[in-house]
């Protein structure tokens, strides 16, 4: 298995709504991370887990919380969204943390906020 | 502080071979990559060098020279499916984290 997963493709939500996004990696890999995409944009790093621990939170606003239950799954909880926060959001995961050049990249969550 | 540059669009023909420029100023240097996304898909790993010289897979060959702060992504034989945008990324310190630092993108158009 050579692949990351991401849930859902697509997601819509109110300003008050919770809701979570879900990624799965079944390759071993030790890092993993969040990344917040726009139309036309590079990636931008949200966080970043080594081994299960969260090791980089690159400001990123409390209404974005990330979760990584184990080894294979990352959530990115979503709370009082704002339009703005409209966007791709990509899971990735590397072997290991000093590995970024081999990430692997999900499909990624289309995320619209009403 | 952090950047790299590259052209913002470029078109080519069906059957040609285009070259995508990159240059970066970054501290900590480790390596280039190259990354090609569709619209509405997923970045794909193209190559990565980390040292100078000409790496080669299959019909895309990437270049690195540390001492310019430059690197160039190759492909030749352009294929309608190679229409995409590709990014450069760097490996280097960002607020004392090591981490992929992208590039803003090429747009690559392919007319037949």
């Known amino acids: 298995d050579t692949e990351v997963t991401q849930t859902p493709k697509h997601l819509v939500m109110g300003m008050t709504n919770k809701k979570s996004l879900k990624c799965e990696q079944h390759m071993g890999h030790r890092a993993m991370y969040w990344y917040k995409q726009k139309a036309k944009k590079p990636p931008e790093l949200m966080f970043v887990y080594s081994y299960e621990k969260l090791s980089i939170n690159e400001s990123v606003p409390s209404r974005f919380s990330p979760e990584c239950p184990n080894s294979s799954l990352l959530n990115l909880h979503l709370h009082a969204l704002q339009p703005e926060d409209s966007a791709l959001y990509l899971c990735?995961?590397?072997?290991?943390?000093?590995?970024?050049?081999?990430?692997?990249f999900g499909p990624g969550t289309r995320l619209t906020v009403l | 502080g952090q950047s790299l540059e590259q052209p913002s669009e470029v078109t080519a023909v069906e059957g040609a071979i285009v070259q995508i420029n990159c240059t970066y100023q970054t501290s900590g240097f480790y390596g280039l990559s190259w990354y090609q996304q569709h619209d509405g898909g997923a970045p794909t790993f193209l190559s990565y060098?980390?040292l100078d010289g000409l790496e080669e897979t299959g019909r895309f060959s990437s270049f690195l020279s540390r001492s310019d702060s430059y690197g160039y992504l190759l492909l030749q034989e352009l294929q309608m499916k190679d229409s995409a945008s590709y990014f450069c990324a760097v490996e280097g310190l960002m607020d004392s984290n090591y981490q992929l630092i992208w590039g803003a993108g090429t747009k690559l158009i392919i007319k037949p």
């Open positions: 060098n980390a």
């Open positions: 990735a995961s590397s072997p290991t943390p000093d590995r970024l050049n081999e990430q692997f």
